[in-house]
């Protein structure tokens, strides 16, 4: 089992920044990627950001491509996701999101953390 507890949603007006972040326990060894997806009202869940959790090899969706940073921390077994620039359409609830074994997988998922941009 791995637990994820994120952190660092608000509301911030358009152009501003955020960090969010998320702490895993428990079986963290066993972690292959972790991932930053995001659920707008009426919209369905959609792919953000990814991580490789050993070689850091990251991925972006486009709509984030030059404004979104994904990193991790081992050590405390925190991966962020820092948003610049953003916009009234990064509005959602931010999941965090960890894939555990390859190529046999088990998902895992945070509560989310909402997301608020004003314009």
């Known amino acids: 089992q791995v637990q994820l507890v994120e952190s660092g949603g608000g509301l911030v007006q358009a152009g501003g920044s955020l960090r969010l972040s998320c702490a895993a326990s428990?079986?963290?060894?066993?972690?292959?990627?972790m991932a930053w997806f995001r659920q707008a009202p009426g919209k369905e869940r959609e792919f953000v950001a990814a991580?490789?959790?050993?070689?850091?090899?990251?991925f972006y969706a486009d709509s984030v491509k030059g404004r979104f940073t994904i990193s991790r921390d081992h050590a405390k077994n925190t991966v962020y996701l820092q948003m610049n620039s953003l916009k009234p359409e990064d509005t959602a609830v931010y999941y965090c999101?960890?894939?555990?074994?390859?190529?046999?997988?088990?998902?895992?998922w945070g509560q989310g953390t909402q997301v608020t941009v004003s314009s």
């Open positions: 428990g079986r963290t060894f066993s972690v292959y990627a």
């Open positions: 999101h960890a894939q555990v074994g390859n190529p046999a997988v088990t998902n895992y």
């Open positions: 991580i490789g959790w050993s070689g850091g090899s990251t």
